[in-house]
């Protein structure tokens, strides 16, 4: 069984940082595409941004371009956001995903197509 657990949320200052976590566990993930997904109150799930075990490839929501960086680490089965410059509308519960389905057929933004999801955790940025 596939587990995604997610760390590293907080409150932070706007132009301040954070690093999450996500956690995998119960398969090998090098046919998967991870990817982070954000959602507000109110608001819909949103994409962040996505990566490909197999060859890195990255893919990134406009919002966060030049600020956010996705990245993985194959021998913890673990993936990262590094989160820099963070605005207060980068405020939302952070959600990690996995599919093997996107991995093949894509596309990569759309939440419907990820199989396994985190519980997620939240980021606050105070102005």
């Known amino acids: 069984q596939v587990q995604l657990v997610e760390s590293g949320g907080g409150l932070v200052q706007a132009g301040g940082s954070l690093r999450l976590s996500c956690a995998g566990s119960g398969r090998t993930f090098s046919s998967y595409v991870m990817g982070w997904f954000r959602q507000a109150p109110g608001k819909e799930r949103q994409f962040v941004a996505a990566?490909?075990?197999?060859?890195?490839?990255?893919y990134y929501a406009d919002s966060v371009k030049g600020r956010f960086t996705i990245s993985g680490d194959n021998a913890k089965n673990t993936v990262y956001l590094q989160m820099n410059s963070l605005k207060p509308e980068d405020t939302a519960v952070y959600y990690c995903?996995?599919?093997?389905?996107?991995?093949?057929?894509?596309?990569?933004?759309?939440?419907?197509?990820?199989?396994?999801w985190g519980q997620g955790t939240q980021v606050t940025v105070s102005s």
């Open positions: 990566t490909r075990w197999s060859d890195g490839n990255t």
């Open positions: 995903a996995a599919s093997q389905r996107v991995y093949y057929s894509g596309p990569y933004y759309r939440p419907q197509g990820y199989d396994y």
